[in-house]
């Protein structure tokens, strides 16, 4: 069966608007989202990006968060029939920032023989009325960062693939925007091999229930720690001082964690610092030790000290950061042996990486 006409005829109308409301200043404005949207990465995300690390699960590990789990007839590619048949299982999985979740769509082809494409796909809020579709384009992203680039019309993996479902805010007809609210509604959601092959048979869209934090709970018991919650931390009680930290994702898939945190000792500043080495991407939580650093000079008196040999570092104890959700990290600290006690804080985030937001809907 061929692409529905209007649907045809409307995405080169959605990308001209989404192209232009990415270049343009008064966006956000545009979108009546709550909180703050960065156009140029999450535009099509209406899921925090950091509600995940970048290694997806690849099934739920909680068999009442699956919201539909089925099989579709299609046509493999060059076929003129719907020769094999393609397992769908879609669940939701809660963030650990409240109100959130996000849904995941696993893809398994069940069948032997040619290979399959990986579907377009259309999403609407609530139900869909009798006698229309979907306008909302769907994609399938192999991890948060990627926006608008999804894996459709590539060749689904005969060991099968999970994958996160954005959606894109604009329809194709110029209706109704879709939010992150809609998001965590009752929505439907059509599955569209029709693109690729006229055989390939019109199934209704499927209808995906509400979030629920007690059936949809996090995949994870804690928040993975991963790039996008980088930034700066201030922590209540504590003027004038707080946490810098950077969570650097190498090309070996592995994290390396470098953290300041700046203080005062004798009413004069002081900072401590650490850093980590390759950690396993999903860790979450990390512990380093931390350094008190002297013997240098200001910036201005060139020559005092020439080398990195001339900066004294002594070892004052450990710090363990865990991440509580998108915006707050808990800090657990052991100076004992240097003589300035252990504890616990929570840092509040003041600064966030434009363009690789953790949560942009807050």
């Not at 629920?212 to 804690?222: I, K």
């Not at 401590?272 to 991407?281: K, L």
Request: aromatic residues 10%; proline residues 7%; hydrophobic residues 40%.
């Amino acid at each position: 069966m061929t692409a529905n006409p209007l649907r045809k005829a409307a995405q080169l109308l959605v990308l001209g608007l989404t192209m232009g409301l990415i270049g343009a200043p008064v966006a956000q404005a545009q979108i009546e989202f709550v909180g703050e949207a960065n156009v140029l990465t999450d535009l099509s995300m209406p899921f925090p990006p950091g509600c995940i690390s970048l290694t997806l699960p690849q099934r739920p590990n909680n068999a009442d968060s699956v919201l539909f789990e089925g099989a579709f007839d299609v046509p493999s590619i060059g076929a003129d029939r719907a020769n094999a048949e393609v397992g769908v299982t879609i669940w939701r999985m809660g963030c650990h920032d409240e109100g959130f979740s996000v849904i995941m769509v696993r893809l398994d082809l069940l069948s032997r023989g040619g290979d399959v494409l990986i579907p377009q796909l259309y999403a609407e809020p609530g139900l869909v009325p009798t006698g229309r579709v979907p306008m909302h384009v769907a994609q399938l992203l192999r991890s948060p960062a990627t926006g608008l680039v999804g894996a459709t019309g590539e060749v689904l993996s005969r060991d099968g693939e999970a994958f996160l479902l954005a959606v894109n805010p604009l329809a194709l007809d110029s209706g109704r925007l879709f939010t992150p609210t809609d998001y965590n509604d009752l929505m439907s959601l059509e599955f569209y091999w029709g693109d690729y092959n006229v055989a390939a048979p019109l199934y209704e869209p499927i209808v995906l229930d509400e979030y629920s934090p007690r059936l949809d709970p996090p995949q994870f018991e804690r928040m993975p720690l991963h790039g996008r919650l980088s930034g700066k931390y201030t922590f209540a009680g504590l003027p004038s001082a707080g946490l810098a930290l950077s969570i650097a994702e190498q090309p070996d898939d592995s994290n390396f964690v470098f953290a300041i945190f700046f203080t005062y000792l004798d009413g004069e500043p002081f900072w401590i610092a650490g850093n980590t080495g390759g950690e396993t991407p999903g860790a979450s939580a990390v512990t380093m030790a931390m350094q008190r650093l002297s013997g240098g000079q200001f910036i201005n008196q060139p020559g005092s000290y020439s080398d990195e040999a001339d900066v004294l570092r002594e070892t004052i104890g450990e710090m363990t950061l865990e991440a509580l959700d998108c915006n707050r990290i808990a800090l657990t600290y052991n100076f004992d042996d240097a003589g300035f006690g252990s504890g616990r804080l929570v840092g509040e985030r003041l600064v966030r990486i434009a363009g690789y937001d953790c949560n942009p809907w807050r």
